[in-house]
């Protein structure tokens, strides 16, 4: 999705899925302030992307165990409750102009990744070894990259 958004200029996040510092989950933590609290809701895109790696078909891709998540300004968002507190949907596309920066795992992190995004799910429904394998991957910040950093990152890859 990532070489996409590099080659296209755009980016139509799956479903209009996206995550963001709504109103419902800044209330949901008792403290912090706007930096601590976006990077919360960082933290979970973070987890999501596990997710979209775990329903990668296509094995050239899937051989990039990293988490990404692309950090955009973004007036288009509606709330989705219905799924989590952090969970916004957009209705149009993400256009390159709209990007802020690019976090994403160093090689480092894919060991981790691959074993993460194999137990998700397994995660979600509380098996303590797979939240264990969770926690692993998520002890790996990622890093930034301001956005026009990501196709030389890309090209390395």
């Known amino acids: ?39 919360a809701a960082m933290r979970e895109a973070a987890r999501a992307s596990l997710r979209l790696i775990a ?37 149009e596309s993400v256009q390159w102009e709209q990007l802020a920066a690019v976090h994403m795992d160093a090689e480092d992190a894919e060991d981790a990744v691959r074993v993460a995004a194999a137990v998700i799910d397994a995660a979600d429904l509380g098996d303590e070894e797979a939240e264990l394998a969770l926690g692993d991957a998520e002890d ?9 950093e990501v196709p030389f990152v890309l090209e390395l890859m």
């Open 55 to 91: 329903s990668e078909t296509d094995e050239a891709e899937k051989a990039e165990y990293r988490r990404v998540v692309i950090s955009v300004d973004s007036e288009d968002a509606t709330l989705r409750p219905d799924l989590d507190d952090a969970v916004v949907r957009l209705s």
């Open 1 to 39: 999705m990532l070489r996409s958004l590099v080659d296209e200029r755009q980016l139509w996040p799956l479903g209009g899925t996206a995550f963001a510092l709504t109103p419902v989950f800044r209330e949901s933590y008792a403290s912090g302030d706007t930096e601590e609290l976006e990077y």
């Open 140 to 148: 790996h910040e990622l890093a930034w990259y301001a956005p026009q």
